[in-house]
């Protein structure tokens, strides 16, 4: 079973520091909340990148055979007259897939975020300080039962007033 402890920090290079020792004792860092985004930080916590932008993707790609494919069936089913064109011409359906393509990738991206955001939080409330919303750092250790006092310990000699 997992403990979360939570330490507030006056000073950015002591998250570092807190961040990397916690790592080497292999307690994991659930989140950091800062007051401005700081590229350092992040590469400390590995943070991965959002797959929004593979959802995206994949609905652009979807609404462009759809708009290609589904016009040009309708057109073969029919049996249009064609006046010595092909069946299957691409040039007709390039608006139709174009316009398609932004459609089923605006709502894939709508859809993924919904779903990635996580707005619904089926577990507890994470901690949350005032300070960090002005000039602290907020760190978020998940540590097993075991490893919860070296956390705890690991946050104090840093300088961060731990959160109960």
């Known amino acids: 079973m997992t403990v979360q402890i939570s330490g507030c920090f006056p000073y950015r290079d002591k998250v570092l520091a807190a961040i990397r020792r916690a790592k080497e004792a292999g307690i994991a860092v659930n989140s950091v909340r800062m007051p401005v985004p700081d590229h350092e ?90 300070r960090v919303s002005e000039d602290h750092y907020l760190l978020i250790l998940d540590a097993k039962e075991e490893q919860a006092e070296q956390a705890r310990t690991i946050l104090e000699e840093e300088g961060a007033e731990v959160m109960p």
């Open 41 to 130: 930080i992040l590469d400390a916590v590995a943070h991965k990148p959002s797959r929004v932008g593979l959802v995206t993707l994949v609905g652009g790609i979807s609404g462009l055979l759809v708009g290609f494919f589904g016009p040009g069936i309708a057109h073969m089913h029919w049996g249009l007259v064609h006046g010595g064109k092909p069946v299957f011409s691409i040039p007709p359906f390039v608006v139709t897939a174009f316009e398609l393509t932004i459609l089923f990738g605006a709502t894939a991206t709508l859809a993924g975020l919904l779903m990635l955001a996580r707005m619904v939080r089926k577990r507890p409330e994470e901690p949350y300080d005032e």
